[in-house]
C-alpha cells in the first residue's frame, strides 16, 4: 500500500482510533496506509501533541475511508468506549485543548 498522505510506498497500516479503541479500529477496518515520515516520523501523526492537531488528522483519515468524522465516532466509538468520544466531541469544539 502507498502512504494516504504522501503516496510513499511501502507504508504501514495506522489505526485511525488507537490507545483503548485501537480494536475498534481493527474490528471496523479503520486503518488507512501510512509511510514512516507520516506515521512515527518527524513529520508523523505520532508525534502530534495538541489533541486539536490530533482531532484533525482523525477527521482526515475517516474521509479517505468515506466516512463521516462525527458520524464514526457516535456510530462506532460511542459503543465502545464513550470516554474517548468524550474527549474527542470537546476538542473540537475547543473546550479541551489537552490531549493525555
Ligand atoms: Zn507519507
Ligand atoms: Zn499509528
Known amino acids: 500500500m502507498n502512504c ?3 503516496g510513499k510506498e511501502n507504508s504501514i497500516g495506522h489505526h485511525v482510533f488507537g490507545g483503548a479503541s485501537r480494536l475498534i479500529s481493527d474490528k ?6 501510512l ?3 507520516h506515521h512515527t516520523g518527524a513529520g508523523g501523526f505520532h508525534q502530534l501533541k495538541d489533541g486539536r492537531e490530533i482531532a484533525k488528522w482523525e477527521r482526515k483519515f475517516c474521509k479517505m475511508l468515506g466516512l463521516d468524522y ?3 465516532l457516535r456510530a462506532v466509538i460511542s459503543k465502545h468506549n464513550r470516554e474517548y468520544l468524550d474527549k474527542r466531541w470537546k476538542i473540537l469544539h475547543g473546550i479541551w485543548a489537552d490531549w493525555e
Open 4 to 6: 494516504c498522505l504522501c
Open 28 to 33: 471496523y477496518r479503520l486503518v488507512v496506509p
Open 35 to 37: 509511510c514512516h515520515y
Open 70 to 72: 462525527n458520524k464514526t
